[in-house]
Structure formats: C-alpha cells, structure tokens
C-alpha cells in the first residue's frame, strides 16, 4: 500500500465495555505492512462479568466466553504482544483506540504490571477522527447527530466508504438489524479497508472489491 510504515488494524471483542469488570475473549489484528494477520481467542477471567449486549452482538453464550478449554485472556496477551514485537510499526488503528487499546493496557498491567505502549508506542491511528477530517472536506462540515456529538460511528465510516454493513447491530440491549456476529477480525479487516479507501483511495482486501469506491475518494 505504501513505502513507508504503516500502523496494525486492531479490533478486540469483549465481555462489556470496562476493562475493569469485564474481560477480553478476541482479538484480531493485521499488519498493513506485511498483511499478516493475527486472531485468537480465550476465556474471560472467573471474576469478569457477562452483559446480554456483548453475547446478543457476538453471537456468543456466556459458557463460550468462560470455556474452560480456552487459554487464558493471559496467554492470548502474550501470544499477541509477541506477535505485535515482530511488527515493523507497533502503533495501532482502531476505530476507537481508547477502548481496544485501553482493554489492552489495563490487563497487561493486570497479568505483566507494565504498560505495553507507554512511551514507545503510546500513541495511535484513530479511525474515527480520520473519517471526520475526509468527510469535512468533502461536505464543508462534520458528521453530527441531532445534538451536535459526532455521528462518525463503524457504520457511518463504511458508508462514506462504499460499504455495505452486514454486521448485526444491537441498540439498547436489543438487536436492531440482523446480520453477521463480530468478528475481531473482520472488524480490523474494515477498518483497514476503510483507511486505505480514505487515505489511498484503493481498495484493500478482495472481498471488499465488490462495493465501488465512492468517486470523491478515488485518488
């Protein structure tokens, strides 16, 4: 995609959404340098809580996040922390990097009691604010919602990119569109598609090609 170094697109799926109470069962990843990709998966800790939204937008049961077949949220962490050393660029994309990254840094201090990215690779490609400045561009203003907070959610990204979301979407502990559960993985393969569609206007992994690049990001 290009010379120079490029981030690793990151997406993790979880039990609930604070790193304090709820525990890490996916993670998927891909280098854009190399297009390796990384995801595995583990159980969630005895102590970590469940929420029905977690399971609902998964596709998941609560005695599949707690198999204890599974390795350890532990092992993953090592597993993917070695993976991530092997990395040519270690600095992650994420839709939302204070959550995926920020599950990340708060176990590792958990399980190793040291901080992974701190000060080396602290910081991170925020995909949102990358779609926010594209769509400034292309409309004279940003995404908003009727009470001015961004609307630049995965959903409004792949729409500005051409993209069609298939994913099951859950609001207020509902589903509210039918579709493919999440998947670490294809959640990182879209967000990368979706930063080299912005910043590229090229498509990026083949089974993305089938949705037309929108004409206004086409390079």
């Keep these: ?26 993670i998927g990843a891909v280098d854009l340098n190399t297009m390796e990709e990384f995801l595995d998966e583990s159980r969630i800790d005895d102590e970590e809580i469940v929420i029905e939204e977690a399971l609902k937008v998964t596709g998941k049961t609560e005695k599949e996040l707690r198999d ?17 050393e092997e990395r040519r660029m270690k600095n992650l994309l994420c839709h939302l990097p204070e959550f995926d990254k920020g599950f990340l840094k708060y176990k590792a201090i958990k399980y190793f009691e040291k901080d992974p990215f701190w000060p080396d690779h602290h910081r991170a490609f925020d995909m949102h604010t990358i779609a926010q400045i594209k769509f400034l561009e292309l409309n004279g203003k940003f995404l908003t919602k009727d009470d001015n907070n961004s ?3 995965l959903k409004n990204i792949l729409k500005l990119c051409g993209i069609e979301d298939t994913r099951r979407s859950v609001r207020e502990g509902e589903i509210s569109r039918e ?8 959640d990182a393969k879209l967000t990368a598609e979706c930063f080299s569609r912005l910043i590229y206007g090229k498509n990026l992994f083949p089974e993305y090609a089938k949705f037309e690049i929108p004409m206004e990001l086409r390079k």
Excluded at 1 to 26: A, C, F, K, R, Y
Excluded at 71 to 82: A, I, N, V
Aim: hydrophobic content about 30%; overall charge negative; charged content about 25%.
């Design 1 to 26: 995609m290009s010379e120079q170094p490029l981030p690793i697109s990151l997406d993790i799926e979880t039990s609930g959404g604070n790193p304090v109470e709820h525990g890490i069962w996916q």
């Design 179 to 186: 579709g493919k559960p999440h998947n670490a993985l294809e």
């Design 68 to 84: 204890k077949n599974k390795q350890s949220q532990k092992e993953l962490l090592e597993k993917f922390f070695r993976w991530l």
């Design 151 to 153: 609307d630049m959610g």
